[in-house]
């Protein structure tokens, strides 16, 4: 049972160059979430979904898209990167919107320079 | 007013000593707190849930919490130096759809 797998764990990108962080879970969880986490900070919800075909913003979803074809995947989009991207960002899986929990992937480590 | 607050800490106690992390929050509306532990370089995982008013204890960890003063806190007994890391308090919001907003994190050290 792999749980939440994100791909790729470390990423440099260049200044205008786009990626895309994929997401994937196992669990057959409905509600998905993209978190990015600077140094010293908590977590901020850039956006979520409560299913396939269903996403919505959270609180920082400037210069970020997502889709969700599938219940399994939820790839998040960074289009024209800048330095202020640099984070480490995390897909989270949940059954039950906040009432269980989340399932946390290992993490992305993305750097603009 | 931020949605969830924590002391950043560093909270330092000696083995075998209470660790108390405290947590406010602003949604008078906001319905589960959770507590998440993350060690340096990982992801966050979860230890311990509460919903209602009052305490909940799992072995070593003890969660209180008061809704009329929107405050959740975490007590972990006997602290162990494998308890160090930065503690996250987490709470749904209606502003968000009920997702949860997490707060700064407390780190928490612990020596021996």
């Known amino acids: 049972n792999a749980g939440v797998t994100q791909t790729p764990k470390f990423r440099i990108l260049k200044i205008g160059q786009s990626m895309t962080l994929q997401c994937a879970q196992d669990?057959?969880?409905?509600?998905m979430y993209w978190y990015r986490q600077d140094p010293g900070m908590g977590l901020k919800l850039i956006y979520y979904?409560?299913?396939?075909?269903?996403?919505d913003k959270g609180e920082v979803p400037n210069g970020y898209n997502v889709s969700r074809s599938t219940t399994e995947d939820f790839p998040l989009r960074l289009e024209l990167a800048a330095p202020s991207q640099t984070s480490v960002y995390f897909c989270?899986?949940?059954?039950?919107?906040?009432?269980?929990?989340?399932?946390f992937g290992s993490g992305t480590r993305l750097t603009v320079v | 007013q931020k949605e969830v607050e924590q002391n950043s800490g560093p909270l330092s106690v000696p083995e075998g000593a209470i660790a108390s992390l405290n947590c406010t929050y602003s949604?008078?509306?906001?319905?589960?707190f959770f507590w998440y532990r993350q060690y340096s370089g990982k992801s966050p995982e979860l230890i311990m849930s509460?919903?209602?008013?009052g305490d909940k204890e799992d072995g070593r960890f003890t969660a209180q919490l008061n809704k009329a003063s929107q405050y959740v806190s975490l007590l972990i007994r006997d602290s162990q130096p494998s308890d160090s890391a930065t503690y996250l308090c987490?709470?749904?919001?209606?502003?968000?759809?009920?997702?949860?907003?997490f707060g700064p994190g407390t780190r928490l050290s612990v020596l021996p």
């Open positions: 987490a709470v749904t919001s209606r502003h968000y759809g009920q997702n949860f907003v």
């Open positions: 979904s409560v299913g396939a075909g269903i996403t």
């Open positions: 989270a899986s949940g059954r039950d919107r906040g009432r269980d929990g989340y399932t």
């Open positions: 669990m057959n969880h409905n509600y």
């Open positions: 509460i919903y209602s008013n």
């Open positions: 949604d008078r509306g906001s319905q589960s």
